[in-house]
């Protein structure tokens, strides 16, 4: 017997992810990733973790979003405060986790119908 509502259904769900890829709805993704409950952004960055810029994250502030989750592929890694400055401006919240603890977060919070997104970086 189901007893909650699903508010997730025609919305995008992580359904697996591992080492360099994720899965949305069931097609698998190789590339960096911005994820949101109606829309994909493939190739969100062409960045490394190492070479993420002020850009990338200004177009992750830009987003509809109320909870910005960025996953820093399979082990957790903190940009540097200048980095965050766009998320700041825009008033928007950030948690910073690696890609599976992402995947699963951003799942949830759709689940609970939050306003989320979330930016992987999966090369």
């Not at 766009?86 to 699963?104: I, N, S, T, W």
Request: aromatic share 6%.
């Amino acid at each position: 017997m189901k007893l909650q509502l699903d508010r997730s259904a025609g919305l995008n769900t992580f359904t697996a992810y591992g080492e360099g890829y994720v899965s949305v709805n069931g097609v698998r993704h190789n590339c960096n990733l911005a994820v949101l409950p109606d829309r994909l952004l493939p190739n969100w960055t062409l960045a490394t973790f190492a070479t993420l810029s002020v850009a990338d994250l200004e177009l992750l502030a830009s987003l509809d979003a109320e909870i910005i989750l960025l996953g820093t592929g399979m082990q957790l890694r903190f940009p540097s405060p200048d980095l965050l400055r766009p998320l700041v401006r825009a008033q928007k919240g950030l948690e910073v986790m690696d890609l599976p603890a992402a995947c699963r977060t951003y799942n949830v919070l759709l689940g609970e119908g939050r306003k989320v997104a979330v930016g992987l970086l999966l090369v």
